[in-house]
T-cell receptor, first 115, second 115 residues
Framework: AQSVTQLGSHVSVSEGALVLLRCNYS??????LFWYVQYPNQGLQLLLK??????LVKGINGFEAEFKKSETSFHLTKPSAHMRDAAEYFC?????????????FGTGTRLLVSP | ETGVTQTPRHLVMGMTNKKSLKCEQH?????MYWYKQSAKKPLELMFV???????ENNSVPSRFSPECPNSSHLFLHLHTLQPEDSALYLC??????????????FGNGTRLTVT
């Protein structure tokens, strides 16, 4: 079965600083990976997805993620944080032995941005 | 309306009540999902429907009863719930239920409180 681990339940940065949110996956087959963001009182919104076409994936709102097979990682980064980036971020992997699309989510990382 | 719409946004119910959550997707997708989001726990997949057929029932107690009358609508009928069922219930849809690359599109959720 596939799974993801997100290190750090909370990450704090200053406005303008680099954002790095970590995600490691476990998969016996080439994974399909996703990053989602959840703003307060809202559902999850897709930031980006990895589909094996390119190891560096660009998403919305200036975020990107790099797939590193050797490290089984798919970390999310943004060069310069904005106050509006404060939210909870979830990494997810497709569980590919089910016969249908089923996402398994990590426990999430809350990003705090200070002025 | 666009996307995935969930009603109501908030629901408070006693343990002996019967209520229903509603989800509607306007994306032309052929799969719909119910997830449960509790504090400090990963998102838990509850049910998956594809083309109105249930393809996954993830060991959910029978006090939760899903219904999918057509590919655009999904309900979750609730009865005799327990306080530990208090959570955010998220509905999602995906374009192709058999495509592992297909992202899920989420609604804003229903915040359920069981008293």
């Amino acid at each position: 079965a596939q799974s993801v681990t997100q290190l750090g339940s909370h990450v704090s940065v200053s406005e303008g600083a680099l954002v790095l949110l970590r995600c490691n996956y476990s998969s016996s087959v080439p994974p399909y990976l996703f990053w989602y963001v959840q703003y307060p009182n809202q559902g999850l919104q897709l930031l980006l997805k990895y589909t094996s076409a390119a190891t560096l994936v660009k998403g919305i709102n200036g975020f990107e993620a790099e797939f590193k097979k050797s490290e089984t990682s798919f970390h999310l980064t943004k060069p310069s944080a904005h106050m509006r980036d404060a939210a909870e971020y979830f990494c997810a992997v497709s569980e590919r032995d089910t016969g249908f699309q089923k996402l398994v989510f990590g426990t999430g990382t809350r990003l705090l941005v200070s002025p | 309306e666009t996307g995935v719409t969930q009603t109501p946004r908030h629901l408070v119910m006693g343990m002996t009540n019967k209520k229903s959550l509603k989800c509607e997707q306007h994306l032309g997708h052929n799969a719909m999902y119910w997830y449960k989001q509790s504090a400090k726990k990963p998102l838990e997949l509850m049910f998956v429907y594809s083309l109105e057929e249930r393809v996954e029932n993830n060991s959910v107690p029978s006090r939760f009863s899903p219904e999918c009358p057509n590919s655009s609508h999904l309900f979750l009928h609730l009865h005799t719930l327990q306080p530990e069922d208090s959570a955010l219930y998220l509905c999602a849809s995906s374009q192709d239920w058999q495509d592992y690359n297909s992202p899920l599109h989420f609604g804003n959720g229903t915040r359920l409180t069981v008293t």
